[in-house]
């Protein structure tokens, strides 16, 4: 059970309530959870580099059902120091969390949650300038395992490319996301 897991690896332990604290309940273990927060800053220092405004093209090859298109568009990043995740920004400046760094599984998520519905993960974290994240998602009402690898080209240009799991294991090419920094 995770809560036995936890007060057995010591990352819990019993203490006051921060509302009462007469009362024991379980709390994160200073010595366990020391440094977590420098970690995730270093580590997103290492997508700050996504903040600003991107024109994109989306190109997505034929099927049996449809022919190859390109679509184009643009995007914003910010990173909110608040809630420490990289944001997708609308045109009407709210933002959605969309990227981040868990100290605690030392993974990097990718969050998903309008119209396409996911929580991808990424254990290795990036090499070089790549890193590739996987996980379940539900795009536009179809289940699948996914993967997305992107990919940096320079502080001005990125791209990252999804792919979908098949029944023998190998990957499927879905389709290619090119970015281009605004100037």
């Known amino acids: 059970m995770l809560m036995e897991r936890l007060f057995s690896a010591g990352i819990m332990k019993?203490?006051?309530?921060?509302?009462d604290a007469a009362r024991q309940v379980g709390v994160f273990n200073p010595g366990v959870v020391a440094g977590l927060p420098e970690l995730r800053a270093a580590e997103m220092e290492k997508l700050r580099w996504l903040e600003g405004e991107w024109s994109y093209q989306n190109v997505v090859p034929a099927t049996s059902a449809s022919p190859a298109y390109s679509d184009v568009?643009?995007?914003?990043?910010?990173?909110?120091?608040?809630?420490?995740?990289?944001?997708?920004?609308?045109p009407a400046g709210d933002?959605?969390?969309?990227?981040?760094?868990?100290?605690?599984?030392?993974?990097?998520?990718?969050l998903l949650m309008n119209?396409?519905?996911?929580?991808?993960?990424?254990?290795?974290?990036?090499?070089?300038?790549?890193?590739?994240f996987t996980g379940l998602m539900t795009m536009i009402g179809e289940n699948c395992e996914w993967r997305m690898t992107w990919t940096?080209?320079?502080?001005?240009?990125?791209?990252?490319i999804n792919e979908e799991r098949n029944e023998?294991?190998?990957?499927?090419?879905i389709d290619q996301w090119r970015?281009?920094?605004k100037t």
């Open 14 to 19: 019993m203490g006051p309530s921060r509302v």
């Open 73 to 90: 568009g643009s995007a914003r990043y910010a990173f909110n120091a608040q809630t420490k995740w990289i944001c997708v920004v609308s």
């Open 95 to 110: 933002e959605t969390p969309h990227i981040t760094f868990d100290p605690f599984s030392r993974q990097w998520i990718y």
């Open 115 to 132: 119209g396409a519905y996911g929580i991808l993960r990424s254990g290795a974290g990036w090499t070089g300038e790549a890193i590739e």
């Open 152 to 160: 940096r080209n320079g502080a001005d240009q990125f791209s990252f």
């Open 168 to 173: 023998d294991g190998s990957w499927s090419y």
């Open 179 to 181: 970015f281009e920094r």
